[in-house]
């Protein structure tokens, strides 16, 4: 199996930018549908991206669609989350997640491994 180790996140203002990475070891990154989540205090674990295999393909959220870019780098095992024009309400833990899917998914039951998550807080 994968594991995933997140990192990256951080304070930041509003109206900041954040690249926020995840490596995987254990097995090929290339083995995966990979996809960015967060969640939110009190809220449940919501999508924001994801990927498919080659990287030929992505999938954004609404809530971040035009500020947010999904990319991965087989070679180095990593995938990466580019966030800009961030919010308050971006605050919160954003976790990686790989799943075995023909496509992306959306749903978190797709998704069968998880990194630990890195907080991202918006705020002046």
């Known amino acids: 199996q994968v594991q995933l180790v997140e990192s990256g996140g951080g304070l930041v203002q509003p109206g900041g930018s954040l690249t926020l990475s995840c490596a995987a070891s254990?097995?090929?990154?290339?083995?995966?549908?990979m996809g960015w989540f967060r969640q939110a205090p009190g809220k449940e674990r919501e999508f924001v991206a994801g990927?498919?295999?080659?990287?030929?393909?992505?999938s954004d959220s609404d809530s971040m669609k035009g500020r947010i870019t999904i990319a991965r780098d087989n070679a180095k095992n990593t995938v990466y989350l580019q966030m800009s024009s961030l919010k308050p309400e971006d605050t919160a833990v954003y976790y990686c997640?790989?799943?075995?899917?023909?496509?992306?998914?959306?749903?978190?039951?797709?998704?069968?491994?998880w990194g630990q998550g890195t907080q991202v807080t918006v705020s002046s």
């Open positions: 997640a790989a799943a075995n899917t023909f496509t992306v998914a959306r749903d978190v039951n797709h998704y069968a491994y």
């Open positions: 254990g097995r090929p990154l290339s083995t995966y549908i």
């Open positions: 990927i498919t295999r080659s990287g030929g393909d992505r």
